[in-house]
């Protein structure tokens, strides 16, 4: 990692109130057995302020039906707000149109509605898919189930030791067979950020699409789908200060458009007769069914409190909070930093000597600190480091530099016990 | 019982000196355990002659609860009858989810120390791996998962 030049003190906190953002979010006064909440599992799930969970109740207690349905008042608002926040979804990935925003339950759902939709169509026996070491599993199993059923491979990007793709690999493998890239923009496991732009640009040099999974990178930089020109991009929501059950998955409308549906329902249909059904329009076609719209004006919600305190910012802040925190433990006997790329968000990952992570885990736990252990959804990541699980502490902007300290002490006494 | 009593002194002396810890060259009984959702393994490898526990080890990468649940699970066995076994296997199980009260009637004596594991259910299985690939080994099962649904040791993380 670079640090900041000689000096801890973090740049942006006088430009960045901590304290006063962290007003926003109720569940932050919690205690956990009499110690205060120090919530660290930003990666598995980030906490809502209370302007979203305002947003979700007004939408509940005030505009409430069912959507693209009925010509009264109520259905005729919801519809009008579910679009809407489309809409501002569209505008925080600066998409070049609505229509190419489909939301989906997660990001989970929008990767199995590429390879679905995409690759059963696109990609048959003998073509190639590119993965990388680093993809969670929601990335890699989507696409196992899709070559397993139509005889296509999978080929796997390998890592160095600090965490990163090896780049000049992933060029290697490409081939005639190549017919589709997924990458995550960012490791969940880990942190690092990958250089999508560069890998997507290589792709398309060779006529590849690239699904690129921004469920970690998206709570923690401003993203440009035009800029990255990747094919596709997807993300969910309660990662970003939003509720659970919605995300985006965002698809070039050229794409979108050849594509097969994925599910079959309601709304995503232009006429049905037992002959024959035409399919709705993009974004319609791939949401069947009554989706979340309480969850999906949430999420907008979510996107707009984020965008209100600046994106540029929040990642400015996180980088001093993790230079901080990495500054601290890799002085620490007995600590062991896993992946340590030279560009990556807010995520530690690390082990403690001769202490399993599930051990330190309930331990840190006791001084009121969440933090995730396990292979993280990321087995492959966890074989390179030849570790069975990792102990991960995940950093939001609502985390302050006393938490790091809180991090720091916990360590400390976990390691005292076990000595 | 908070965590606080969970990691005391007994727990981690048997996680740093482990009892009965390694290999077994007359063992005519064995089972590996794995938990697959933490990558916690173990083996177990006994000798059952007559009806009795002669001999008992383990060996595996785990955490401190199970290492130390296993640890202190063999110097318990060891010398015992199947039959005596088998019902320390189901006081354990029974205790680790609850339904058994550390200071009510069970054959476990210093194994209440795990009591406050039931406030952990995400740890439960942790505590129970090593009775579980026990019960599999006196059984002649050579592998079990914490994740197998037709497990008699099941404890899926709802019930505990």
């Known amino acids: ?26 569940i932050l006064k919690l205690k956990i057995d009499g110690k205060p909440l120090v919530y660290l599992d930003n990666a598995a799930s980030s906490q809502m302020p209370q302007p979203v969970i305002d947003r979700m109740v007004k939408y509940q207690t005030m505009q409430h039906a069912n959507i693209n349905r009925a010509v009264h008042y109520l259905s005729e608002t919801a519809t009008t707000e579910y679009e809407e926040s489309r809409r501002r979804l569209k505008r925080f990935i600066n998409a070049s149109e609505d229509r190419e925003v489909i939301f989906t339950s997660g990001t989970t759902d929008a990767i199995n509605l590429v390879a679905h939709g995409y690759g059963r169509k696109f990609i048959g026996s003998g073509d190639e898919i590119i993965l990388t070491t680093l993809e969670h599993h929601s990335n890699i199993v989507p696409w196992q189930m899709l070559a397993e059923e139509n005889g296509a491979k999978i080929r796997v990007v390998p890592i160095n030791d600090t965490g990163e793709l090896l780049i000049e690999k992933y060029k290697q493998l490409f081939n005639k067979h190549t017919k589709f890239v997924g990458v995550t923009h960012v490791s969940n496991a880990l942190g690092t950020v990958n250089p999508i732009k560069q890998m997507i640009e290589f792709a398309h040099a060779r006529g590849v699409p690239v699904l690129v999974d921004g469920a970690q990178a998206a709570p923690h930089m401003k993203i440009d789908v035009q800029d990255l020109d990747c094919d596709f991009y997807t ?159 995940s950093f939001a902007f609502y985390n302050s530099m006393n938490e790091v300290d809180a991090l720091i002490s916990g360590i400390q006494k976990v390691q005292k016990i076990f000595s | 019982m908070n965590t606080k009593s969970l990691y005391q002194e007994v727990i981690l002396d048997h996680n740093r000196n482990p009892r009965n810890y390694g290999s077994l060259d007359n063992a005519n009984r064995s089972a590996e355990g794995h938990n697959p959702l933490c990558g916690d393994h173990l083996n177990i490898k006994l000798n059952l002659s007559r009806g009795y526990i002669s001999d008992i080890v383990f060996q595996g990468e785990s955490c401190a609860i199970c290492k130390a649940s296993a640890s202190m699970m063999t110097a318990n066995v060891k010398g015992k009858t199947q039959a005596d076994a088998e019902t320390l296997i189901q006081e354990f199980r029974e205790m680790a989810i609850g339904k058994l009260e550390p200071d009510g009637n069970h054959h476990l004596g210093r194994l209440t120390v795990f009591s406050g594991i039931r406030d952990l259910p995400t740890r439960v299985k942790c505590a129970i791996l090593p009775w579980h690939t026990l019960h599999a080994a006196l059984n002649s099962v050579a592998t079990i998962s914490t994740e197998d649904d037709d497990d008699p040791m099941h404890v899926s993380i709802g019930n505990a």
């Open chain 1, 235 to 393: 993300f969910s929501g309660h990662k970003l200060c939003g509720p659970t059950g919605i995300g985006i998955l965002y698809g070039k409308a050229a794409l979108l458009e050849r594509m097969q549906p994925f599910k079959g329902g309601g709304d995503m249909i232009a006429s049905v007769t037992f002959e024959k059904t035409t399919y709705n329009t993009i974004p319609h076609k791939f949401e069947a069914g009554t989706p979340p719209i309480a969850a999906a004006i949430g999420f907008s919600a979510a996107i707009d409190y984020l965008s209100a305190i600046n994106m540029s910012m929040i990642a400015a802040y996180e980088r001093d909070l993790i230079n901080y925190a990495t500054e601290q433990m890799r002085h620490m006997p007995g600590i062991r930093i896993i992946g340590d790329a030279t560009e990556k968000v807010a995520v530690l990952s690390f082990a403690i000597d001769g202490v399993h992570p599930h051990d330190i885990g309930t331990l840190l736990n006791q001084e009121g600190i969440a933090v995730r252990t396990g292979h993280h959804c990321a087995q492959p990541v966890m074989q390179h480091f030849k570790v069975p699980a990792t102990t991960r502490a």
């Open chain 1, 1 to 26: 990692m670079k640090l900041v030049e000689s000096s801890l003190k973090p740049l942006s906190t006088s430009m960045f109130n901590v304290e006063h953002i962290r007003t926003d979010f109720p």
